[in-house]
């Protein structure tokens, strides 16, 4: 079945560091990608997405390139700031099932000042 | 518009007693799902609606059930709670569920005593 594996966490880093969370997945066809993110105490927010093959998600300084040949969806940020830590989710919405959210584990960045 | 609402915020059980989480939108969306959050497992989804009276199961759908009898309102009950079940639950909806941004409530922080 489909499937979304995310880096393991915490990814820690200094302030106005350059943030990379990898993400690749398993899916029939071309799903949608999506990164979620989850402030401390807060439910998930949607961060950026992406919906076919080359498509670049972006959003708050954010950005994810959906990349059909690796089966990749990296989040990246060049210069992160003490208010991105937070959890960071990746996530896919299949195409048998569009409607379901399918979520890797999640990754926690923390950045200190 | 008050987006996806959930109550309660906080619960405590002992085992074997039961219990509804609460979940409304007001965004006329036809879909919503409910999701557990445990750690380092991310968002597994347990029950989804694709409209009123439509109910499915997902991928963790043991030990609960849901009914959908208005567009707005898709309650999840627990009948006999097992300390397994303690879990962060999330409601979520979304117009068509098609690679449309699903929208989060701010969870149900449940403990299984």
């Given at each position: 079945?489909?499937?979304?594996?995310?880096?393991?966490?915490?990814?820690?880093?200094?302030?106005?560091?350059?943030?990379?969370?990898?993400?690749?997945?398993?899916a029939?066809?071309?799903?949608?990608?999506?990164?979620?993110?989850?402030?401390?105490?807060?439910?998930?927010?949607?961060?950026?997405?992406?919906?076919?093959?080359?498509?670049?998600?972006?959003?708050?300084?954010?950005?994810?390139?959906?990349?059909?040949?690796?089966?990749?969806?990296?989040l990246?940020?060049?210069?992160?700031?003490?208010?991105?830590?937070?959890?960071?989710f990746?996530?896919?919405?299949?195409?048998?099932?569009?409607?379901?959210?399918?979520?890797?584990?999640?990754?926690?960045?923390?950045?200190?000042? | 518009?008050?987006?996806?609402t959930?109550?309660?915020?906080?619960?405590?059980?002992?085992?074997?007693?039961?219990?509804?989480?609460?979940?409304?939108?007001d965004?006329?969306?036809?879909?919503?799902?409910?999701?557990r959050?445990?750690p380092?497992?991310?968002?597994?989804?347990?029950?989804?609606?694709?409209?009123?009276?439509?109910?499915?199961?997902?991928?963790?759908?043991?030990?609960?059930?849901v009914?959908?009898?208005t567009?707005?309102?898709?309650?999840?009950?627990?009948?006999?709670?097992a300390?397994?079940?303690?879990?962060?639950?999330?409601?979520a909806?979304?117009?068509d569920?098609?690679?449309?941004?699903?929208?989060?409530?701010?969870?149900?922080?449940?403990?299984?005593?």
């Amino acid at each position: 079945g489909d499937s979304v594996t995310q880096m393991e966490g915490p990814v820690t880093l200094s302030e106005e560091a350059f943030l990379t969370i990898n993400c690749t997945y398993t899916a029939t066809g071309y799903p949608s990608l999506f990164w979620y993110v989850q402030y401390p105490g807060e439910g998930l927010q949607l961060l950026l997405k992406a919906t076919k093959a080359d498509d670049k998600g972006s959003n708050k300084g954010f950005e994810a390139t959906y990349r059909k040949e690796t089966t990749s969806f990296h989040l990246e940020k060049g210069s992160v700031q003490v208010s991105d830590s937070a959890v960071y989710f990746c996530a896919l919405s299949g195409m048998d099932s569009s409607y379901k959210l399918i979520f890797g584990s999640g990754t926690r960045l923390l950045v200190r000042p | 518009n008050a987006g996806v609402t959930q109550t309660p915020k906080f619960q405590v059980l002992k085992t074997g007693q039961s219990m509804t989480l609460q979940c409304a939108q007001d965004m006329n969306h036809e879909y919503m799902s409910w999701y557990r959050q445990d750690p380092g497992m991310g968002l597994r989804l347990i029950h989804y609606s694709v409209g009123a009276g439509i109910t499915d199961q997902g991928e963790v759908p043991n030990g609960y059930n849901v009914s959908r009898s208005t567009t707005e309102d898709f309650p999840l009950r627990l009948l006999s709670a097992a300390p397994s079940q303690t879990s962060v639950y999330f409601c979520a909806s979304s117009y068509d569920g098609s690679t449309d941004t699903q929208y989060f409530g701010p969870g149900t922080r449940l403990t299984v005593l």
